[in-house]
């Protein structure tokens, strides 16, 4: 007998058994069907912000603020070393254009390939 033939037995011997039931029982059954519905749990959606995760809801009541403050933090961190390294870069860029502009290199030097790579060597160095 495979599975599918036992799993059919069973309905049908479940479904027969079905209408032997006291109006008793089938009374309990129903409320205690009633019940259970009755205290099962709703699924409530929240809106939720898709870049920051799950932790940064719009309900004030399921705000964590441990977690709002550190997030908060480690923004303030990226942001300021985002400026940082592109100040940095910024003045090293600076450096190169000057001395570029005080030499008199025909424009020829400035579009060699050798040239860009022994400035960024000479840059690194």
Not at 32 to 59: D, W
Not at 88 to 104: F, G, H, N, P, Y
Request: net charge positive; glycine share 2%; aromatic share 8%.
């Amino acid at each position: 007998m495979n599975e599918l033939h036992f799993a059919y037995k069973v309905r049908q011997h479940l479904n027969r058994s079905l209408y032997e039931l006291s109006p008793k029982t089938v009374s309990r059954l129903s409320a205690a069907r009633h019940n259970s519905l009755a205290r099962q749990k709703q699924t409530v959606t929240q809106s939720v912000l898709a870049a920051a995760g799950s932790f940064v809801q719009f309900q004030v009541e399921n705000l964590r603020l441990k977690q709002v403050i550190t997030s908060l933090v480690l923004l303030v961190c990226v942001v300021c070393s985002t400026f940082w390294v592109a100040d940095r870069r910024v003045s090293e860029l600076s450096s190169i254009d000057s001395a570029l502009l005080a030499d008199d290199l025909p424009i020829a030097a400035f579009t060699d390939k050798g040239f860009d790579a022994w400035l960024k060597r000479a840059s690194s160095e």
